[in-house]
């Protein structure tokens, strides 16, 4: 009797043990600021990793693990099964809609172009005969691929996240970066030598990406409505943009989930 109750403990042991918690596997691509990166302690921070722990937790999950994949990497990645779902500012689209799934949006975005101050450009119409960087397969790139010519931008080099981008920027490597505004406008807050010079009207709206008609998408797009109705979504964006999310967008207003 005493052997089968210290087995039985034991095995009751095992069942908590971290071996046997219920993780939730998350890709991003790490130095997205401010939505996914690392602080002065090496730890992942920021808007979507604070979103994605919640979500998990409240769908019964005992943790998250973020895996750092470049972003032209994530949709392959939950198509595979590598991992569970995707963060990283990604944009909702008809095409990407035919092979993955989205949850409901949290967050609407542009696209900008931002240079240096003392490049003298002003605008897109500034860009004739210059050289500007974008994320490799972002909504960003998909833009200036299909406004090359009209433009006259002379070439487009691809980066993989927006810190690198920035550096080149800096450096002269590049003439201007675009990219999703918030993004960049987190970036360059305490960075005077860099201007966000144009908005590009694009009506993005950002969600976490999960495999095609995978059950999580409709699980976790529940998940997010009740971020939103309890006000869990408004004080994450005060915290990481410093002021309340306005009325009319979907990080405050409850959203369909995405369908072709």
Same mark, same amino acid.
Request: glycine share 10%; charged share 25%.
């Given at each position: 009797?005493?052997?089968?109750? %210290?087995?039985?403990?034991?095995?009751?042991?095992?069942?908590?043990?971290?071996?046997?918690?219920?993780?939730?596997? /998350?890709?991003?691509?790490?130095?997205?600021?401010?939505?996914?990166?690392?602080?002065?302690?090496?730890?992942?921070?920021?808007?979507? /990793?604070? %979103?994605?722990?919640?979500?998990?937790?409240?769908?019964?999950?005992?943790?998250?693990?973020?895996?750092?994949?470049?972003?032209?990497?994530?949709?392959?990645?939950?198509?595979?099964? @590598?991992?569970?779902? $995707?963060?990283?500012?990604?944009?909702?689209?008809?095409?990407?809609?035919?092979?993955?799934?989205? $949850?409901?949006?949290?967050?609407?975005?542009?696209?900008?172009?931002?240079?240096?101050?003392?490049?003298?450009? =002003?605008?897109?119409?500034? %860009?004739?005969?210059?050289?500007?960087?974008? +994320?490799?397969?972002?909504?960003?790139?998909?833009?200036?691929?299909?406004?090359?010519?009209? !433009?006259?931008?002379?070439?487009?080099?691809?980066?993989?996240?927006?810190?690198? $981008?920035?550096?080149?920027?800096?450096?002269?490597?590049?003439?201007? !970066?675009?990219? +999703?505004?918030?993004? /960049?406008?987190?970036?360059?807050?305490?960075?005077?030598?860099?201007?966000? /010079?144009? @908005?590009?009207?694009?009506?993005?709206?950002?969600?976490?990406?999960?495999?095609?008609?995978?059950?999580?998408?409709? =699980?976790?797009?529940?998940?997010?409505?009740?971020?939103?109705?309890?006000?869990?979504?408004?004080?994450?964006?005060?915290?990481?943009?410093?002021?309340?999310?306005?009325?009319?967008?979907?990080? $405050?207003? =409850?959203?369909?989930?995405?369908?072709?």
């Amino acid at each position: 009797m005493i052997r089968i109750t %210290l087995a039985a403990l034991g095995l009751a042991a095992a069942l908590v043990s971290p071996a046997f918690a219920k993780t939730l596997t /998350v890709g991003a691509n790490i130095g997205n600021v401010p939505w996914e990166f690392q602080d002065e302690s090496a730890q992942n921070v920021g808007f979507e /990793v604070e %979103l994605a722990k919640e979500v998990a937790k409240r769908l019964g999950y005992d943790d998250v693990a973020i895996e750092n994949i470049p972003f032209n990497g994530l949709f392959s990645a939950v198509q595979s099964g @590598r991992i569970d779902a $995707a963060i990283s500012s990604i944009t909702i689209t008809k095409k990407r809609l035919e092979s993955v799934s989205f $949850a409901q949006p949290y967050y609407d975005s542009d696209q900008s172009l931002s240079v240096l101050k003392s490049s003298g450009i =002003e605008g897109l119409k500034g %860009l004739k005969g210059k050289t500007v960087g974008v +994320d490799t397969g972002s909504t960003g790139d998909i833009w200036a691929t299909e406004h090359q010519k009209e !433009y006259g931008i002379a070439d487009i080099r691809r980066f993989e996240g927006l810190s690198p $981008a920035m550096l080149d920027l800096g450096n002269g490597g590049i003439d201007g !970066y675009i990219s +999703d505004i918030p993004a /960049v406008a987190y970036y360059i807050k305490d960075k005077p030598q860099y201007a966000v /010079v144009e @908005r590009i009207k694009t009506g993005e709206q950002y969600s976490m990406m999960f495999a095609k008609d995978s059950p999580l998408a409709a =699980e976790a797009s529940k998940a997010i409505g009740e971020l939103k109705k309890d006000g869990f979504l408004a004080k994450l964006h005060e915290k990481w943009f410093g002021s309340a999310p306005d009325a009319s967008t979907s990080t $405050a207003k =409850e959203a369909e989930m995405p369908k072709l």
